[in-house]
């Protein structure tokens, strides 16, 4: 079944790496430092996370 | 036999820019990858299946979890909207869709947040890769 995802939860996030729960429903931790927030996702000793960047709202992209 | 993976996509807020309002969710095909290299492999890490790339492209800091030392790595040049260009490091690395291994190469550089899966090194890796933006679904053929 298809789960429908939400960007909701990634509002106060902007600019910043965030580490998600693998069904993406959940912020586990978030830094603007990608290094410190890999370290934070390492001590939550959860292998089902998702490490995501979050852009600016405000723009959109071309890579 | 084929072997077909799906993957929503991955919605993202969209801003006004004269409210600062969220207006609207912005959705793009973004795939949960790991990347190895020898016995190093990272955690899973969102990345944008970019058909506009030539190649991969990921945050240098990946690459130094891997253990990749940059100074002993082809210096490339990487050029996108306008005239600048970034520096990027060449190297050999795995990525894993799954359980499916693509011994591949990949470019890394400081400049680029969003890891990108580009065609040389990713896209050539499929039988196809189909965009279903009416679904919001990506589907990625073996």
């Given at each position: 079944m298809l789960k429908k995802l939400s960007s909701a939860i990634l509002i106060p996030y902007e600019n910043q790496w965030v580490a998600l729960s693998s069904d993406r429903k959940k912020v586990l931790a978030a830094n603007k430092d990608l290094r410190k927030l890999h370290k934070k996702a390492e001590n939550l000793n959860n292998k089902d996370i998702i490490i995501s960047y979050v852009p600016s709202f405000g723009k959109t992209y071309s890579f | 036999?084929?072997?077909?993976?799906?993957?929503?996509?991955?919605?993202?807020?969209?801003?006004?820019?004269?409210?600062?309002?969220?207006?609207?969710?912005?959705?793009?095909?973004?795939?949960?990858?790991?990347?190895?290299?020898?016995s190093k492999i990272t955690s899973p890490l969102d990345a944008l299946i970019d058909s506009g790339s030539d190649r991969n492209l990921f945050p240098a800091f990946w690459g130094e979890l891997l253990?990749?030392?940059?100074?002993?790595?082809?210096?490339?040049?990487?050029?996108?909207?306008?005239?600048?260009?970034?520096?990027?490091?060449?190297?050999?690395?795995?990525?894993?869709?799954?359980?499916?291994?693509?011994?591949?190469?990949?470019?890394?550089?400081?400049?680029?947040?969003?890891?990108?899966?580009?065609?040389?090194?990713?896209?050539?890796?499929?039988?196809?890769?189909?965009?279903?933006?009416?679904?919001?679904?990506?589907?990625?053929?073996?």
């Open positions: - | 036999m084929a072997k077909v993976l799906g993957y929503s996509y991955v919605p993202f807020p969209l801003q006004d820019i004269l409210t600062g309002k969220i207006l609207e969710e912005f959705f793009r095909p973004m795939i949960p990858i790991k990347l190895s290299h020898g253990g990749l030392d940059f100074k002993k790595m082809p210096v490339v040049y990487m050029a996108g909207i306008g005239k600048s260009e970034v520096i990027a490091y060449r190297g050999k690395i795995d990525i894993w869709v799954g359980d499916k291994k693509l011994e591949t190469e990949a470019d890394f550089c400081c400049e680029q947040p969003v890891p990108i899966l580009g065609r040389k090194g990713f896209f050539n890796f499929f039988k196809s890769i189909t965009f279903k933006d009416s679904e919001r679904f990506v589907y990625l053929e073996f």
